[in-house]
């Protein structure tokens, strides 16, 4: 089996880079004047994508970020058109997903109604790549759209780069006073970022090619025995199993996303705790022939370990798709299959782990 990572993303975000730091600057004023990102898809792949791009925008994972206003539409809320134009206003930006005509309504609509509109329309012949591409391109607006808030702090005497120099180093510069030398920097920053993006997603199939061949071998056994494959995560993890499970129902595999159910999460959370709330559901839910893939970019949320714990009891095999250096789930081998992306940065990790749950349906369908 051949695992290779296409470099669509990279092409992608390095052709469109002048573009993309003129957009960041333009959400960013969009942002200061009291608009809000609207994230729009129809399909269960896409609406994956929107909720990732909620969780991103509205969770500061970066300590001292801000906090930046996104709702995410989708159908189960009714038509998307409709409910576009029950929330829209002028100050908004929307980025819709895919080219199906209630998604193509909602953005014309947004447009009408004079919002900033980012449209994702995938022309890639490959809808694996270019959901990598788009999901890319939504982490690089969200870490970059921050440059411009923090420039223009600086500027004012404020703290400058902060809690986001890492991503942005050269905000601490004297030329960065400058608003055309920002915008060179952050076209210079998209190009850095999709080079570090392409090598990040190599290198995690390249090493993990044995953990992923494994994992294929074992999945095709679990469902020819009449297994499910059940998925779980946190946050943009959560979205990860969202898309994992879209992707195998697509190509007729049977999955359960055990991120999808608000009123039963809410529920275990409430009345038993947050470190409960997977692993009831596999209680639930698990069965022998079944397979559990966890995502934790930390390789430590507690609610994923006792998911995981509860699965190898009950003879469900087992995957984790991890970051860092795997964490608690690598060193104490408690996942049967174990695939590392070893990055620190959360973005770069979710995404080159797209490319190998991407590599699992691909071998699955």
């Known amino acids: ?107 014309a609509l947004a447009r009408e109604r004079g919002c900033l509109v980012v449209d994702l329309v995938p022309d890639d012949e490959d809808p694996f790549a270019a959901q990598e591409a788009g999901e890319a391109l939504y982490h690089v607006l969200w870490e970059l759209v921050h440059v411009f808030f923090e420039h223009r702090g600086s500027r004012a005497g404020g703290r400058g780069a902060g809690a986001s120099s890492f991503l942005y180093p050269m905000l601490d510069n004297e030329a960065a006073a400058d608003p055309d030398a920002v915008l060179t920097d952050v076209r210079a920053s998209v190009v850095a970022k999709a080079a570090e993006i392409a090598a990040l997603r190599r290198r995690t199939l390249d090493d993990n090619a044995a953990a992923l061949a494994g994992a294929v071998t074992a999945l095709r056994e679990r469902f020819a025995a009449g297994g499910r494959l059940l998925a779980l995560g946190n946050g943009g993890s959560a979205t990860d199993a969202m898309d994992l499970v879209a992707d195998l129902r697509a190509a007729g595999r049977p999955a359960l996303d055990l991120t999808e159910d608000t009123a039963v999460l809410t529920a275990v959370a409430n009345d038993v705790g947050v470190e409960a709330m997977f692993a009831r559901q596999v209680i639930a839910h698990g069965r022998r022939t079944d397979a559990l893939v966890a995502f ?48 620190e940065h959360i973005p770069r990790i979710q995404e080159a782990q797209a490319s190998a749950y991407h590599a699992l349906v691909r071998a699955l369908a």
Request: hydrophobic share 50%; with cysteine; glycine share 10%.
């Open 1 to 107: 089996m051949t695992l290779t990572a296409r470099p669509a993303v990279e092409r992608f975000l390095a052709g469109e880079a002048e573009a993309i730091a003129r957009l960041c600057r333009a959400m960013a004023e969009r942002f200061e004047a009291g608009g809000r990102l609207l994230a729009v898809g129809h399909s269960p792949a896409e609406r994956s994508d929107v909720r990732h791009v909620t969780v991103e925008f509205v969770h500061p994972v970066i300590v001292g970020k801000r906090a930046l206003p996104a709702l995410g539409l989708a159908p189960e809320g009714g038509p998307l058109a409709t409910q576009m134009a029950l929330v829209a206003e002028a100050p908004d930006i929307v980025i819709g997903f895919g080219a199906h005509e209630d998604t193509r309504a909602a953005v």
């Open 296 to 343: 934790s970019t930390s390789g430590g949320s507690a609610n994923v370990l006792a998911a995981l714990a509860e699965a190898r009891r009950r003879g469900l095999m087992t995957v984790a798709l991890v970051g860092y250096d795997g964490g608690r789930i690598a060193a104490e081998g408690l996942a049967d299959h174990v695939i590392i992306t070893r990055s």
